[in-house]
């Protein structure tokens, strides 16, 4: 079995921590473990691929690694694409491992043993396309896929002081409360088909989740599962600024059942959206732009290593009842 690690070098502002996590791989693995340093976002997908290529070719098993943030777990997710029986693991290091929640906040800290989750086994996982790419957690339409692009540029500056790291996840809530300010984004109009069902309309964000944690804190999809064969949709329909800017505790906060006319939840399979206006879309924390948005579940097309005993917990408990 040979093992690949990923790491994202920006997660590790002290190197001296990155060397101190490099040796440990060396001491728990030995000369099974291969380790590579991002160099910049998506380099890990070529690098993963051609790892995995290699391995494949050798007739080799492998286990990757990313080690880091949701960034490069995103990046090593895509690199795998060609090789379904490679295993991937999250070692949470960065800013925000949201993927991580699903296990349990009170589990994170356990994904950064690394002998241990060198023999751990892993857990049937779904994952999802997103127009090109492989997603695992969320995609952000409207006002989510905005505020990220905001939050970045601040997360760079502050990942620079460790002693203001801890501002990171709130972050979000205020990138999110900046770009309310554009009326225009709190009312684009997307034409839109879920699982064959016309959902057309005027909406400030499409919340698509296949777990639930999002923006380091947050849980804006609670009812979302890695492992139940479907995706999540809450749509947030055209509000005002002062009315939305009151709703978007209650929709981080995975409350939005208390504002039901302003939400809608959908469970579904695929979805389609065009719109008039360029559609801002973030998938696991890479933030782009498209004409189109095309998604589509992948149940069980992905195992996640995860310790002995760790598997996925329900933020909420779904009653099948449409909101």
Known sequence: MLHLFIINPKSFPDKRQMKSFIDSVSEHIGDEATVLISRYPRDAILRVHTFLKHAAGAGEKARVYAVGGDGILFDCLNGMVDFPETELAS?????ANDFLRAFGKENVPLFRDIKALSESPSVVTDVFRCNENIAVSIAAVGLEGSAILITEKLTKRLSKFKFLRKLIPTLYTLGAVVVLFSERLRSQYYFITVDGVDY???????????SFGNGGKNASNPYAMPNDGYLNAVFVRKMSFFKSLASVSQFTKG???KSSRNFIHIKFKEMTATSNEPIRICADGEAFYARKLDIEI???ALRVIAPEGVTYKPFKEYKGIPL
């Open 298 to 300: 992948r149940p069980a």
């Open 200 to 210: 057309s309309g005027e909406y400030m964000d499409i919340n698509i989740g296949n």
């Open 255 to 257: 409350n939005f059942e």
């Open 91 to 95: 070692v949470p290091y960065g800013n």
